[in-house]
């Protein structure tokens, strides 16, 4: 198997453990240097963490199944889950295992399509500063940035999940003290925007926390995203 391409296709079968020992051991080897074969096996693994173990030649069918719905490249993950949704399936192939292979596809697909629409936000700033926000431990994923225009109230573009209920995201403006000034809440998910409602003066800090859905006058948990100056 060659490495000059990223093994998407193949980290289901990798997660699933039914993949020839030379060709886990390329992808091993691959994943160890590569952060986005990390991050996707990552989520196939976590859609497949709850599968009770099946014996090995049911996890090869799958395996065999999945690699059957495989396209050209360049198509796009709605077209591959559609090909492999279509296939027919084996009536001793477990159903519960079916879906969570397309669960795990569905959860890389998305997170593709969320990556690429923050950076598109991004792009789109037509003038200001764009400060980013660090991702704080345990949230290697989160990502946002404080867009600071040269007219207007400066407001951030922010990938995160939807909050859980009765919970929301806010944003607080860091000034010197510290004193940390609430600036605006959303319930939203994915990729969204949050205009701060607090002003934001030279040289403050951003960070956003999960806090109850009316907000909080001060955080009351650690912050997913923060950046110490803008």
């Not at 199944?65 to 495989?70: N, P, T």
């Not at 939203?188 to 040289?203: C, H, K, N, W």
């Not at 800090?205 to 950046?227: D, M, N, W």
Request: glycine residues 8%.
């Amino acid at each position: 198997m060659t490495m000059d391409r990223h093994p998407t296709e193949d980290l289901p079968a990798y997660a699933l453990g039914a993949l020839e020992e030379s060709e886990r051991e390329s992808i091993t080897t691959h994943v160890a240097k590569c952060e986005q074969c990390t991050r996707e096996l990552a989520a196939f693994e976590d859609a497949l963490e709850t599968t009770v173990n099946p014996p090995r030649d049911l996890r090869t069918r799958i395996v065999l199944r999945h690699r059957g719905a495989r396209v050209v490249g360049g198509v796009g993950w709605p077209e591959r889950l559609r090909a492999f949704f279509l296939r027919p399936v084996p009536l001793f192939v477990p159903a519960v295992l079916a879906v969570l292979v397309l669960i795990a596809f569905a959860v890389v697909g998305t997170s593709r399509q969320q990556t690429d629409a923050y950076a598109n936000a991004l792009a789109g700033v037509a003038d200001g500063r764009v400060v980013a926000l660090a991702p704080q431990e345990g949230n290697p994923d989160a990502r946002a940035a404080i867009v600071i225009p040269a007219r207007g109230q400066p407001y951030l573009v922010v990938r995160l999940p939807a909050p859980p209920s009765g919970k929301a995201w806010e944003a607080w403006v860091l000034k010197p003290g510290p004193v940390a000034v609430p600036a605006g809440t959303s319930q939203d998910g994915g990729v969204f925007t949050l205009v701060l409602t607090s002003p934001l003066g030279a040289g403050n800090g951003i960070a956003i926390t999960l806090e109850p859905i009316a907000g909080s006058a001060q955080p009351t948990t650690r912050p997913v995203l923060a950046v110490d100056r803008t």
